[in-house]
Structures are given as C-alpha cells and as structure tokens.
C-alpha cells in the first residue's frame, strides 16, 4: 500500500468517526503496520467495520497478511501423473512376469 492510498484510509475513517481524532503519530504507526497489506483488501475491511460498529477500527482488525503463493495444486497434479505412470507400469510387469509358483 502507497502511503496516498492510505491517506485514503485514513480520509475514510475520519468521515465515518468525526468525533473520533486520529493523531499524525497514531496514523504513522498505523502506516508502518499497514504497508505490506494490499489497498484494497485492508480497504474492504475498513467498509465492513463501517457498516457494523460505531467504534474506531483498530490496527488488528484492519490488517491482512498477505497470501503467499504455493504450488500445492501443481504438487498434488504431479503425484497425480506420477500415480497413473507407477499403475500403468504395474499392470503392464503382471502380463510379463511369470507367475509365483504357486500359482502355476
């Protein structure tokens, strides 16, 4: 988040809590705890305090840890694949391996 983006958020705020005063020091603490969040993800949680609470939104609540990426669905794809091969090759060694003894 830019820090005009979070004047933005601050400008929100102080119009839905006029009686309410945000200091320059509570609102640079705020900013340095509110960086790494996405704009509009923390400015989605801003509207829905809005909408349910008469009281200022504290840091806590406004905060959202970025989502990291993973590869679980390209891992859990590869297994897959890996799978069909390892059956694949099983059922095609039962027709070419001789049968236990006794089995004969």
């Known amino acids: ?43 989605r949680r801003v509207d829905a305090h809005i909408k349910v609470s008469q009281y200022m939104p504290t840091i806590s609540e406004l905060y959202e840890q970025s989502v990291e990426e993973t590869t679980i669905l390209q891992t859990m794809e590869a297994w897959e694949k890996e799978g069909a091969i390892r059956i694949e090759n099983e059922r095609r060694n039962e027709w070419t391996r001789p049968a236990p003894p006794w089995a004969r």
């Open 1 to 43: 988040m830019t820090f005009g983006e979070f004047r933005e958020l601050v400008k929100m705020i102080k119009g839905a809590y006029p009686q309410r005063l945000l200091s320059r020091e509570t609102a640079m603490i705020w900013y340095r705890h509110l960086e790494n969040c996405d704009y509009h993800l923390v400015k």
